[in-house]
């Protein structure tokens, strides 16, 4: 499975991004997608996760009521809709592809396959 992610940028506070992240290879063998973002110095953390029917969804508290995570099974492509960005969302975000059925939506080993990322700043 190879992940591709786009959307990323420069964004004014307050401001609105789409990230999408295209899955290709054995995109059938996906159970479900996630999006960790991982800023400077620290570690990559967990921002949202949906399942490939799209019935189970999670996100990080943070983010919640700011951060829309849907599936276009498709196009085999999965976004993040990114709405009110604060500074604190500036990070580099990654897309990860579940090909196991784990159970572990929010950490890393949850999933066998990553993107190389897309860049997210915020400014004031």
């Known amino acids: 499975v190879q992940l591709v992610e786009s959307g990323g940028g420069l964004v004014q506070a307050g401001g609105s991004l789409r990230l999408s992240c295209t899955a290709s290879?054995?995109?059938?063998?996906?159970?479900?997608m996630g999006w960790f973002r991982q800023a400077p110095g620290k570690e990559r953390k967990f921002v949202a996760a949906i399942s490939l029917n799209g019935d189970n969804i999670h996100y990080t508290e943070s983010v919640k009521g700011r951060f829309t995570v849907s599936m276009d099974n498709v196009k085999n492509t999965v976004y993040l809709q990114m709405n009110n960005l604060k500074r604190d969302d500036t990070a580099t975000y990654f897309c990860?592809?579940?090909?196991?059925?784990?159970?572990?939506?929010?950490?890393?080993?949850?999933?066998?396959?990553w993107g190389q990322g897309t860049q997210v700043t915020v400014s004031s």
């Open positions: 990860a592809a579940d090909t196991f059925g784990s159970e572990w939506y929010d950490l890393r080993r949850g999933y066998d396959y």
């Open positions: 290879g054995r995109a059938s063998a996906i159970y479900g």
